[in-house]
């Protein structure tokens, strides 16, 4: 059973704008609110690259390739992340992943969680 389930994909034109959400379950879902959370993103032919990352107390860094287009939030209520994307390019077009970072993990830390669901495919094209 996924304990992390990505949704929100889909195709948009260049400028254009997505939210895609983080769904956590089982002992993803328990210990949810400890946990430093992820989003990242792989292009065909491309290595897997961080996107954002969120703290507990909701602190939160960016790739540089995205800084300043897309936001990170997080429900620890609803055991949610999400990415909003906005003023999307081309080149952001890849599968996006969310996944835990640590427990109380600061941000920028490589990811804890080793294992990868399905994602959710973003393609920005004309």
């Known amino acids: 059973q996924a304990q992390l389930v990505e949704s929100g994909g889909g195709l948009v034109q260049p400028g254009g704008s997505l939210r895609l959400s983080c769904t956590a379950s089982?002992?993803?879902?328990?210990?949810?609110?400890?946990?430093?959370m992820g989003w990242y993103r792989q292009a065909p032919g491309k290595p897997r690259e961080m996107v954002a990352h969120?703290?507990?107390?909701?602190?939160?860094i960016y790739g540089e390739s995205v800084k300043g287009r897309f936001t990170i939030s997080r429900d620890n209520e609803k055991k949610t992340v999400d990415l909003q994307m906005n003023n999307l390019k081309p080149e952001d077009t890849a599968v996006y992943y969310c996944?835990?970072?640590?427990?109380?993990?600061?941000?920028?830390?490589?990811?804890?969680?080793?294992?990868w669901g399905q994602g959710t495919q973003v393609t920005v094209s004309s």
């Open positions: 089982g002992a993803s879902g328990i210990f949810f609110h400890r946990y430093t």
């Open positions: 969120i703290s507990v107390s909701d602190r939160s």
């Open positions: 996944n835990v970072v640590g427990l109380y993990a600061p941000p920028g830390a490589s990811p804890a969680g080793d294992k």
